[in-house]
Each structure stands twice: as structure tokens, then as C-alpha cells.
């Protein structure tokens, strides 16, 4: 069986390997272009000043990825000032955090049992962390159409939504921007053939959804199967018409575990 894994380049070639190496015919086929921002100028300043937070929210791992490649010395902002803390949604961002230089003992996120890695799953960790008039800064990625201020929220915003509730005020930075990726003629072809073939696709994102189907939007896809990483991507994948849906969580031993059970009777 094919896997088509649509995670970011360095992301999927990661999973590439670990699913080749666990007899998958697994092959990276990108959906998001991740790329840093043209001026850093705001990333770096927040950087300099993260004692001024209660908690900084990180919603994934390429956004660790990027603001700590604007701010070298920021992961030992977090060692120093005890007031603050970095909050990561799932494990991989956790893991990017620590890659950074943040200390474990600095570092918020969701246990590993948890059923899903996500906003709310956090904030069920860091909820009783914040007070009225506390300051929380999300880091957080854009989409590179998107002209809005670095300094402005966009998306769900959930978590901005909880804060705010609890009267804390967020402050939004954008560390890196999304893309859609163009595709060759081969690609396409790929593609289409993937939609037919008893291939399964693997979306860790709605926007890597909408990316493909906005590419083919001619495309069938009744006789598609797909496995998504969250309940809402699995909604999602179903409103784009794919014939098959299985969804799990997005640790590597639950997406396995799926995978195995496509080929069961």
C-alpha cells in the first residue's frame, strides 16, 4: 500500500523514512510551502522581551522552528525569567522547543495520553497558569496571500478566545508563512492516479486539503481513501468527497496502527 504523505518538505521526508521502515511504499508529496518572513524585525524584538509574558503559546513546531531562528538567545529568556513559560500544542512542538535550547522544566504540553494535540488540549494544561491582566503572546504561522500585520491574529483563534475570557490579553506574532506548492505535470499525474489507486493520503492539515483540491479542482476523489490526524481534518477530507476516511491521533504509533488496519478484511 502507498502512503502519500502531504506534511511540509522536512516534516514528510521524516515520515517517509519511518513509515519505509516499517514496510510502507511511503512517498513525501508536500502541500504546504513553509518559508520564513521577509522582516524579522518584530520577531526579534518580542524575543527580547518574552519576560514581559506569562506564557508564550507556540502552535506548532515550525513556528518554534522559525522565532528561535530569529532570536538565538531567547531559549535562555525562558531559562532565565521563572515568570514565564512556553506552551507547545502536541509533542513534535515540544520536541522543536527543547531543540531550541528550552528547558524541559519550561515547557507546558498536552501528555502523551491525551486524544488529541491541539488548542484545547492545551488549555486544559495552562488554563489555572494565567490571571486577569496577564500577557500571553501566540506564535503562529501565516499564509503568504495573507497581508495582515505580523502582530495580528487570524484563523480559529480559539485559544485567543479562551484567554481572553479569562482576562488576559493576546498578543499574536507570525514567525513564519505558508504556501501552496506548485505542481509539475508529474505531480499531477501523481495525483490524479493517487485518487484511484487505493493510495492513502495522509493530512496532518486542512490547509494541505484545500491545496490539492484547489490544484485539481476538476479532480474526483469518491474513490479516494485518506487518513486524517484530527477529528476536524477528518470532517474536512469527507466535505472534499473522499470516498474513505479513518482518522487517529498523530503520534506515529497511532498513524501506524491505521495505516496496518487499511489492509485488514
Known sequence: MRVIVTRPEREAQRWVADLSAHGFAALAFPLIKVGPVDDPAELIRLGQHIGAYVGVMFVSANAADHFFASNTLAAACFASQAGTRAWATGPGTARALMRAGVPPERLDVPPAQAAQFDSEALWKIVGAQVRPGDRVLIVRGADEADNAPLSSGSGRDWFASQLAASGVQAEFVVAYRRSAPEFS?????????AASDQSVWLFSSAQALRNLTNSLPGQSWR??????????????VEGAGFGVVRQSRPTFSDVLAALESYDEP
Open 185 to 193: 505535470p508529474g505531480q499531477r499525474e501523481l495525483a490524479c492516479q
Open 223 to 236: 474513490q479516494a481513501r485518506a487518513l486524517a490526524t484530527h477529528p476536524r481534518i477528518a470532517q474536512a
